[in-house]
């Protein structure tokens, strides 16, 4: 079945160090492919999304491209900063229907 | 309203009673989800409605969890029995139509003791 795979945390960085958060996924067909961002206390929020290969999502400085040839999303920013210390989750629309299927999630902590 | 509203935020329930946690989906949203996120894992599926109609209820974990929208808007999951293994945060999303994404709310976080 459809599945999402993204590097286990926590990973730990300081500020304007440069982010990389891999994310691989198994899918029938291609789907769009998001990115969410969990802050401390706070429900998801959808960082960035990508609906086709090539596609490249962006926001907040965060980037991602979809890359059909190695299944891959990964995330990143040139830059970070304290306030980008969150979970992040990659995830999917399973095919067929609305449900979306969440990797487990990648911790970043940013010290100052 | 302006985004997806949990209450409780928080509850504690000792083991063997029955909880409601209640959704207010962004006005006009037809599709309404819960999500159950266990301690450092991600949202896993639970069910989901169309309007009033309960359209999938695949993921509930078993017959104790029950949920219901009667009126298309208002939702409520009702976990009866509680046991430790409920214990997690329990996600809300609505969607103004299939296909166009979700909003999360901040959920209810369920510590069964």
């Known amino acids: 079945g459809d599945s999402v795979t993204q590097m286990e945390g926590p990973v730990t960085l300081s500020e304007e160090a440069f982010l990389t958060i891999n994310c691989t996924y198994t899918?029938?067909?291609?789907?769009?492919l998001f990115w969410y961002v969990q802050y401390p206390g706070e429900g998801l929020q959808l960082l960035l999304k990508?609906?086709?290969?090539?596609d490249k999502g962006s926001n907040k400085g965060f980037e991602a491209t979809y890359r059909k040839e190695t299944t891959s999303f990964h995330l990143e920013k040139g830059s970070v900063q304290v306030s980008d210390s969150a979970v992040y989750f990659c995830a999917l629309p399973r095919d067929g229907d609305d449900k979306i299927i969440f990797g487990k999630g990648t911790r970043l902590h940013i010290l100052p | 309203g302006a985004g997806v509203s949990q209450s409780p935020r928080y509850k504690v329930a000792k083991r063997g009673q029955d909880v409601a946690l209640r959704c207010d989906p962004i006005s006009g949203h037809v599709s309404l989800f819960w999500y159950q996120q266990a301690l450092g894992q991600g949202p896993e599926f639970l069910t989901y409605f169309q309007n009033e109609a309960q359209l999938d209820k695949s993921g509930l974990p078993s017959d104790r969890f029950f949920a219901e929208r009667p009126e298309g808007s208002v939702s409520t999951l009702k976990i009866q029995r509680t046991q430790q293994e409920d214990s997690a945060v329990y996600l809300c999303?609505?969607?103004?139509?299939?296909?166009?994404?979700?909003?999360f709310g901040s959920g209810t976080r369920l510590t069964v003791v």
């Open positions: 990508a609906t086709k290969a090539d």
């Open positions: 999303a609505s969607s103004p139509t299939r296909g166009y994404g979700y909003t």
């Open positions: 899918a029938t067909g291609y789907p769009s």
